[in-house]
């Protein structure tokens, strides 16, 4: 009995001693986000590749998006910016770090139709499913996914790589 009376004692010691638990654990996860601001500062910027339309920068924060495993990277675009319909073989998170950027899951772009995202809310395109995105004035995303980083457009005149060309006759 005493040993019940003293499991009961410590059961509720622990639940009143929950909210000052979480609070410590809510100062703790803002630390990551003072990190990932000073993460942000230091990464290197470059064009984005010839996969994605002109204009955009890439940084990557780890990973290698060409190579076989995990990858994040964060991608600017500039205002206007679109991707086309397009799906890629690997489940892809976006995550809104700034700006405003709208979305959607369909074969055709369409602003009147689409889905905003919210500064720090985050969506997962789903691996094959078609869709696209577009800004306005400009955002920055991370983009979480397993490499090697492909992408096919669902029509291909919007695939903006260099087309081959045709081989000529001897």
């Known amino acids: 009995m005493k040993r019940l009376m003293l499991l009961t004692l410590s059961a509720a010691a ?8 979480a609070k410590r654990h809510h100062k703790a996860a803002a630390k990551p986000a003072a990190a990932a601001a000073a993460v942000r500062a230091e990464l290197k910027w470059g064009p984005a590749p010839p996969a994605l339309p002109g204009g955009a920068e890439i940084a990557v924060v780890k990973g290698d998006p060409m190579k076989k495993g995990p990858f994040t990277i964060h991608l600017k675009m500039p205002g206007n910016y679109s991707v086309p319909p397009h799906w890629h073989p690997t489940d892809e998170k976006v995550t809104l770090i700034s700006g405003k950027l709208v979305y959607g899951m369909s074969d055709q772009m369409n602003r009147t139709g689409a889905t905003p ?4 809310a985050s969506v997962t395109m789903k691996a094959k499913e078609h869709h696209w995105v577009m800004t306005a004035d400009g955002a920055e995303v991370e983009v979480s996914a397993m490499g090697p980083f492909m992408i096919t ?3 291909p005149n ?3 790589r260099p087309k081959e060309a045709p081989a000529t006759k001897k």
């Open 14 to 21: 622990v639940l009143v001693a929950s909210p000052g638990i």
């Open 117 to 120: 995202l919210a500064e720090g």
């Open 153 to 155: 457009y669902v029509h």
């Open 158 to 160: 919007d695939d903006p």
